[in-house]
């Protein structure tokens, strides 16, 4: 009885796709999710457009009653009381009035606003800094910043804060841990992701231009960018293990 041949085994390269089962190495492929939020119709929403409607009013009825009434005699004797107090009304609102802010959307991909049909991103590994105050928690990248209100968008201010900590903990070391609450689970809208565009983008470890989409990696935690050939240990942006 003839012996059986020796197989042969291969061995496995750094960052190939044998690698990707490593704890936050991705595929451009995979399922990536995120959460939209809308603004909330609170009732300092509410208010404000009170307030709106009834400084244009008192405005509209003040310069009609001033310089427009058509009887030719001299103005309405409350006209100026109705600028006066129409004016008061548009400062009042401009400086303490609640306006409502764009949605947002936190998840996989980063931080987002939308801008009417358009979806203005900013990726977790391009995140420079993160700043809570003024009434709102921002995230500065290079050239752009989201800023998410915190009166208007407590649920998405709270979801994106605690995904910045468990993402880029560097980034928001300094904020107090206690500063937001922590996220509602039913809060927001639940979207699927479409693949990252990545095709002719570079490889964050080795500068290597990455030519054809099924050469990505990717960092699950952050979404930094690897060719599939030169992926590190441990993501270069957030310190995540990306290969056992």
């Known amino acids: ?23 936050f190495l991705r595929q451009r492929s995979d ?9 909330s119709s609170s009732v300092g929403a509410v208010l404000t457009m009170v307030g709106g409607s009834l400084a244009a009013l008192a405005l509209g009825a003040g310069v009609f009653g001033q310089w427009f009434r058509g009887d030719g005699t001299t103005p309405h004797p409350y006209a100026l009381h109705l600028l006066g ?23 996989d991909a980063g931080v987002a606003v939308e801008r009417g049909t358009e979806v203005e991103r900013l990726g977790w590994h391009d995140v420079q800094g993160v700043l809570l105050g ?6 500065r990248g290079a050239g752009m910043s989201i800023v998410i209100p915190l009166r208007s968008q407590p649920e998405a201010a ?16 300094e904020i107090d841990e206690k500063a937001l609450p922590a996220p509602s689970d039913a809060a927001g809208q639940v979207l699927s992701l ?17 030519s054809f989409e099924r050469d990505a990696r990717l960092c699950g935690r952050c979404g930094e960018l690897y060719h599939k050939d030169d992926v590190p240990r441990r993501c270069v942006t957030c310190d995540a293990p990306l290969l056992g």
């Open 1 to 23: 009885m003839a012996a059986d041949k020796p197989t042969k085994r291969k061995r496995k390269s750094p960052g190939t796709a044998a690698d990707v089962g490593g704890a």
């Open 31 to 39: 399922p990536r999710k995120e959460r939209r939020f809308e603004n």
């Open 85 to 107: 107090a129409g004016v008061a009304f548009a400062i009042a609102i401009l400086l303490f009035g609640q306006w409502g802010s764009l949605p947002v959307r936190v998840g």
């Open 134 to 139: 003024g009434g709102a928690l921002t995230f």
């Open 158 to 173: 709270a979801r994106a804060l605690a995904e910045a900590r468990t993402r880029i903990p560097a980034r928001v070391k």
């Open 194 to 210: 479409e693949p990252p565009q990545i095709a002719g983008l570079r490889c964050k470890s080795s500068d290597k231009l990455i």
